[in-house]
């Protein structure tokens, strides 16, 4: 059984920084390629950050700069280190894992809200 739980989301004040962490389970995790998403209300769910398996990031040009993406293969860790927060980043951030021998293969976590207010 794929599990993908995220967890260190909460309520922060503009200019603050959060640190989302997710770990999988039931997969072999140096296998994927990992992502962080996010959806606030109203808005199509966009990628914030993805990292290869072997550790290469990619971020959108909206977060590039304040948002890093890491792993830790030993632990089935990924990690968003997120600064400089404003309310544009308040959302629900999801994991994603994909397979990279499995075309289409992917499996989601349940989410976990980030919210950005004074």
């Known amino acids: 059984q794929v599990q993908l739980v995220e967890s260190g989301g909460g309520l922060v004040q503009p200019g603050g920084s959060l640190r989302l962490s997710c770990v999988a389970s039931?997969?072999?995790?140096?296998?994927?390629?990992m992502g962080w998403y996010r959806q606030a209300p109203g808005k199509q769910r966009e990628l914030v950050a993805a990292?290869?398996?072997?550790?290469?990031?990619n971020y959108p040009d909206s977060v590039k700069g304040r948002f890093t993406i890491s792993r830790d293969n030993a632990k089935n860790m990924v990690y968003l280190q997120m600064n400089s927060l404003n309310a544009e980043d308040t959302a629900v951030y999801y994991c994603?894992?994909?397979?990279?021998?499995?075309?289409?293969?992917?499996?989601w976590g349940q989410g976990t809200q980030v919210t950005v207010s004074s």
């Open positions: 039931g997969i072999t995790f140096r296998l994927y390629d």
């Open positions: 990292i290869s398996n072997g550790g290469s990031p």
């Open positions: 994603k894992a994909n397979a990279i021998f499995h075309l289409g293969r992917e499996y």
